[in-house]
């Protein structure tokens, strides 16, 4: 008989607050951001720490997935949870090129392996759930592609309808994965941001809840089980330096999360990684904002990338994503899509691994600030690979 860990545990989830003014929401109530019309923040979702007894022993011999922290997750009614399998995917060490190494243990946390190929399943799944919990019957999002084909598939798995807002530079690969799934697929001049306009405005019209990076709360609290696995991974003691591809930024967000959580669950210290935000030379507003000391980042979009993930012109929650890099004394830089292309390469023909070309381009941000030594001699790095090389193929070939 088979059975399965995610119905041993109920969710210790309190509210949902605006971490800018303050409010408070209930989490059974559907919501997208803060309703204070000066604010508009994307709210989090906050649990019942205080007096909990979990411990980090109590993970033994739970199923190898996201959900396996069940606890500090927010569907209420586990009977809505709509999962395949996603999570706890592999920390590899980079072993044989140590002369860009040296004396760093460097590890790529290896997202590929997730449904749909990339580490969208995870922050999907969990909106998917969550809309299901609370009775919607059609999701909508715009995106750039892995987004797209993640909620394809979740929805198709939880009997919704999807609406997949897409720009046309989108190569057709992702746009013909989102309709085997059987999403209407709507394809758009222009950029993810004009998608996001676009799905707005007609979710209003046509009762679609759409699930745009950071305009609801639980897209995220998938995307911050990347940081419990870490800590877990590493025996609880967190890497100096963790490097993300920052294109909407919940992923950062919410590994930053993870690790405040864990800290008053009293499973890891105060210690903190510093995090990098790696970003497409195309799209580079956050880099921008963060050497100019802005505490919002500008729009930016110099066009066509080969790492889709990363033409995000500007984050709805850039404020957010510069508070977390700063607070981590971590930095920001940008990469172009030769340098891209060059450590996908490097990563393929001599680790084996065919990353994405946003996990390419932490390649090149890692050599780069190890060069400038702003890496430290002796320090342990995760660089996060967000999906499959071989989504890109239609991106990279001509290159080849």
């Not at 759409?210 to 890497?239: C, D, H």
């Amino acid at each position: 008989m088979i059975t399965t860990t995610i119905n041993a545990s109920k969710t210790l989830l309190k509210h949902l607050e605006c971490p800018e003014c303050g409010a408070l929401y209930d989490p059974s109530s559907l919501i997208s951001v803060c309703t204070n019309p000066a604010c508009q923040s994307t709210l989090f979702a906050r649990y019942d720490i205080a007096g909990n007894t979990l411990n980090k022993e109590m993970l033994a011999g739970r199923e190898a997935n996201m959900w396996r922290y069940r606890e500090m997750l927010p569907v209420i009614d586990n009977l809505n949870i709509v999962s395949m399998g996603e999570g706890f995917t592999p920390v590899i060490p980079v072993e044989n090129l140590k002369q860009a190494t040296g004396d760093n243990r460097v590890f790529i946390k290896n997202e590929s392996g997730n449904p749909t190929g990339s580490f969208k399943a995870r922050g999907i799944s969990m909106a998917v759930s969550k809309a299901k919990e609370l009775g919607i019957k059609t999701v909508a999002i715009p995106t750039a592609g892995n987004a797209g084909g993640a909620m394809s598939a979740y929805a198709a798995r939880a009997g919704m309808g999807a609406v997949v807002y897409m720009p046309k530079l989108t190569p057709r690969l992702f746009k013909d994965e989102c309709r085997v799934y059987g999403a209407e697929v709507v394809e758009v001049d222009g950029n993810i941001s004009d998608c996001a306009k676009l799905v707005h405005e007609q979710a209003a019209q046509k009762n679609w809840f759409p699930i745009s990076t950071l305009r609801e709360p639980y897209r995220v609290e998938g995307k911050k089980t990347m940081g419990y696995e870490i800590a877990e991974q590493f025996n609880w003691q967190l890497p100096d330096v963790i490097f993300f591809p920052t294109g909407g930024g919940t992923g950062l967000i919410g590994i930053c999360k993870a690790f405040d959580e864990m800290e008053q669950l009293g499973w890891i210290g105060s210690k903190r990684p510093r995090m990098v935000a790696v970003q497409s030379a195309s799209c580079c507003g956050l880099v921008k904002a963060f050497n100019n000391g802005s505490a919002n980042a500008e729009f930016i979009d110099g066009g066509y990338t080969i790492a889709n993930g990363l033409r995000v012109p500007k984050s709805y929650a850039d404020k957010q994503l510069l508070k977390a890099i700063r607070n981590s004394n971590g930095t920001a830089l940008a990469i172009n899509d030769a340098e891209m292309l060059a450590g996908l390469k490097e990563l393929a023909r001599n680790e084996g691994l065919f990353v994405s070309p946003e996990g390419a381009a932490l390649w090149q941000a890692f050599k780069k600030l190890k060069s400038e030594r702003w890496i430290k001699d002796g320090e342990t790095v995760v660089l996060i690979n967000t999906g499959s090389g071989y989504k890109y193929l239609e991106n990279i070939n001509a290159d080849l």
